[in-house]
């Protein structure tokens, strides 16, 4: 009598390109200097624009607040556009990984009970990828401005080659983690992140 052959983890392929998702930041990042942020993808897509939109939008208020120029006044509403801002950028951040785990799901991908979580999530490592190419982007500016001196444009040179060293390991390291979830090698262990700074019961 023949036995049953064994069945091991689902094997699927993941939904997302890291670098596809870095290139798409990139240029998003650009076309909001030059146009409102907003975008209008849907889905898993839509949620990574919205998590870098927010981070876009931090980015731009963290620049008011350091300003030696703002009044008090101006300083306390951009305080609070920078905690609004940055629990939506929290929020968007699981939102991403919700909608990893609603393709694993979808697909039946369920990984040994034994196999070992990373470190962060692959909407984590998302967010670190758009405050990076945000960080490129303004590093660029600095080796562009044509009142600075050779000296800071050419520091400003130097620091972007460590950054674009940086997105490289981040997005093949991203490129990796998904893989390895979508193998059933990894488990997507979502924590929330329990903000307590917008919660009127807790200030």
């Not at 927010?54 to 350091?66: G, P, S, Y």
């Not at 909608?99 to 998302?126: F, H, K, M, N, Y």
């Not at 660029?140 to 520091?155: L, M, N, Y």
């Amino acid at each position: 009598m023949s036995s049953l052959p064994s069945t091991g983890p689902v094997v699927t392929r993941s939904p997302l390109s890291a670098p596809a998702v870095g290139d798409m930041l990139g240029r998003l990042v650009a076309h909001w200097h030059a146009a409102p942020p907003a975008h209008d993808e849907t889905g898993l897509i839509g949620r990574i624009c919205d998590l870098h939109r927010f981070n876009f939008l931090l980015w731009h208020e963290e620049d008011i607040a350091r300003s030696p120029d703002v009044t008090d006044a101006r300083i306390a509403e951009v305080k609070r556009n920078i905690d609004r801002y940055n629990q939506a950028r929290n929020d968007a951040i699981e939102k991403v990984d919700d909608a990893l785990i609603g393709e694993l799901a979808a697909r039946g991908v369920q990984p040994p009970a034994d196999a070992p979580a990373a470190t962060e999530t692959p909407g984590s490592a998302i967010d670190r990828l758009s405050i990076l190419e945000l960080r490129r982007f303004h590093m660029r500016e600095q080796i562009e401005r044509v009142d600075a001196t050779a000296e800071h444009r050419g520091k400003a040179a130097a620091r972007l080659e460590v950054l674009d060293r940086q997105r490289e390991h981040l997005v093949t390291a991203t490129e990796r983690l998904l893989e390895e979830i979508f193998s059933a090698r990894r488990p997507l262990r979502v924590f929330r992140q329990m903000k307590m700074y917008n919660a009127p019961t807790m200030n």
